[in-house]
């Protein structure tokens, strides 16, 4: 939980000198909130191992989960597993699967919505290392998206995205791949 979380944290106060107002701010950063939350209830389900404790603690970590959902408009469950350096770039409207699998150093803007296509859906994304998510974009049923991969605002992702690419639009499409530019 404390490595997976101290990388967190340091996605939030990224590279070099850190001031006592950077530590300051980050405690009222809600996504920072939300994965403190996160981290503690996904070690309680998947390695606490003492009967008593964990009924207490999994209690605890539904019940400040519930507060962030409200507080913050954040929902992580803690089925879903997420790598270390997880980004949340500001609050509201965040909804993830607990189904969902992602890798390290992802970043998720406002509005994003990640699980299946609907009721009855079947699948939820797989995500690779080093994603963007920007605002609003949507990834939706068994999806692949790759190492790499930049979503762009608004994007409704169906199909696969490979390693190196960008995709936008509804539904997104690739617009650049590994070794393009503008």
């Avoid at 996160?38 to 519930?66: D, N, S």
């Avoid at 390290?104 to 859906?121: H, P």
């Amino acid at each position: 939980m404390f490595p997976s979380l101290s990388k967190d944290i340091q996605r939030y106060l990224g590279e070099g000198r850190v001031t006592w107002r950077d530590r300051i701010e980050l405690i009222f950063t809600q996504g920072v909130w939300a994965i403190v939350v996160y981290r503690f209830g996904r070690w309680v389900h998947v390695h606490l191992k003492i009967p008593v404790v964990r009924q207490l603690c999994k209690i605890l970590a539904f019940f400040t989960q519930k507060i962030i959902e409200i507080t913050t408009g954040i929902c992580i469950p803690f089925s879903a597993e997420i790598g270390e350096g997880f980004y949340v770039g500001h609050f509201g409207g965040i909804i993830l699967n607990g189904g969902v699998k992602m890798g390290k150093n992802c970043s998720l803007g406002t509005g994003v919505v990640i699980g299946t296509r609907g009721l009855g859906g079947q699948g939820v994304p797989l995500i690779g290392d080093n994603v963007y998510i920007g605002v609003g974009a949507k990834i939706l049923g068994e999806v692949k998206i790759g190492n790499n991969v930049r979503i762009g605002a608004n994007a409704v992702v169906l199909s696969d995205v490979p390693d190196n690419a960008t995709a936008v639009g509804i539904p997104a499409r690739i617009i650049i791949k590994e070794g393009e530019h503008f």
